[in-house]
Nanobody
Framework: VQLQASGGGLVQAGGSLRLSCAASGRSFNGYTFGWFRRAPGKEREFVASISWSGDVAYYADSVKGRFTISNNNAGNTIYLQMTSLNAEDTAVYSC????????????????????WGQGTQVTVSS
């Protein structure tokens, strides 16, 4: 399994970015996907996750109403649309996936995820 995150960059406060996570190596039916981030000097934190069915999503309180997680019809590309960005959103964003079977859930804890991609840097200038 390989996960490739992309779409990061430098953006001004109030701006938007869309991150993508391309998954390959197997079928991802029954897999949940999540986005996590790690800011300098801080621990990794949960951002958002989505069920394999695409109809159940979870968000950290800090991003609720500003970020939207989604997937494509094939379930092998995950997006994170980020709006109203602020300096506190500056971090390395990583995607992860885990098998959940038929359960339409997403995990919020990083220790539930088995596969991780490399991160993409998001820098928000104030």
């Amino acid at each position: 399994v390989q996960l490739q995150a992309s779409g990061g960059g430098l953006v001004q406060a109030g701006g938007s970015l869309r991150l993508s996570c391309a998954a390959s190596g197997r079928s991802f039916n029954g897999y949940t996907f999540g986005w996590f981030r790690r800011a300098p000097g801080k621990e990794r934190e949960f951002v958002a996750s989505i069920s394999w069915s695409g109809d159940v999503a979870y968000y950290a309180d800090s991003v609720k109403g500003r970020f939207t997680i989604s997937n494509n019809n094939a379930g092998n590309t995950i997006y994170l649309q980020m709006t109203s960005l602020n300096a506190e959103d500056t971090a390395v964003y990583s995607c992860a996936t885990a098998f959940v079977g038929s359960h339409r859930v997403g995990y919020t804890s990083d220790n539930r995820y088995r596969y991780w991609g490399q991160g993409t840097q998001v820098t928000v200038s104030s």
